[in-house]
Structures are given as C-alpha cells and as structure tokens.
C-alpha cells in the first residue's frame, strides 16, 4: 500500500512558477513508476507527466513540455513537479499517482493517487 500526500499548491499569477510536492509513505516507493495529472473544472482529468523508478525517464504532454519538470527522490519517498511560465490554462487540481513498475501516461494503470493539491493561475 501506498498513501501519497501532495502539497505545493496556491495561487500564482500568469508566468509565475510553483513546486509540488508529493510525499510517499510505504517502503516501496522505488519501486513504483509515478505520474502527475490535473483536472480543471468540467473537464476530465488528464496526464500531465511521469517519472520511471528511476530519475532516467521522463515523459510530459506537449502543452509542458519545457515549462514543466518532474523529479524524485527516492531518500526522501517524494516526486515534485517544477511548474514555470505557468498560465491560466494551467489551472487545475493537481493530482500525483503510483503504479508498481515503471511510468505510464495512462491514468488507469496507476494503483495509488493522492487527494489533489489546486493550482490556480491568474490573469
């Protein structure tokens, strides 16, 4: 079992930048591929990016790509999310997940998610 507990969320106007945090509890959070999603309000949540077992791999959809920076520690059992330029299409829940094995873009192979951290961005 993994519990995963994202914070870093706020407020920030338009080319601004925010971290998130997402901290794992358990002892098997090397093992785990993790990924980031959002989710605006109406819309369906979609993949944001996701991280291998490993720092190595990384993968971003197109929108943040170059603004956007998944990491991990895994001394820490945390991933982060590195969030510049940011703009107001980027508002959004924030929702960090865990799968066993490596990183997926696809929301419905992940086993663990946390409860969200809102990213708001203004004008």
């Known amino acids: 079992q993994v519990q995963l507990v994202e914070s870093g969320g706020g407020l920030v106007q338009a080319g601004g930048s925010l971290r998130l945090s997402c901290a794992a509890s358990g002892r098997t959070f090397s093992s785990c591929g993790m990924g980031w999603f959002r989710q605006a309000p109406g819309k369906e949540r979609e993949f944001v990016a996701t991280i291998g077992r490993s720092d190595t791999n990384t993968v971003y959809t197109d929108s943040v790509k170059g603004r956007f920076t998944i990491s991990r520690d895994n001394a820490k059992n945390t991933v982060y999310l590195q969030m510049n330029s940011l703009n107001p299409d980027d508002t959004a829940v924030y929702y960090c997940?865990?799968?066993?094995?490596?990183?997926?873009?696809?929301?419905?192979?992940?086993?663990?998610w946390g409860q969200g951290t809102q990213v708001t961005v203004s004008s």
């Open positions: 997940a865990a799968r066993y094995g490596g990183w997926s873009w696809n929301s419905y192979e992940y086993n663990f």
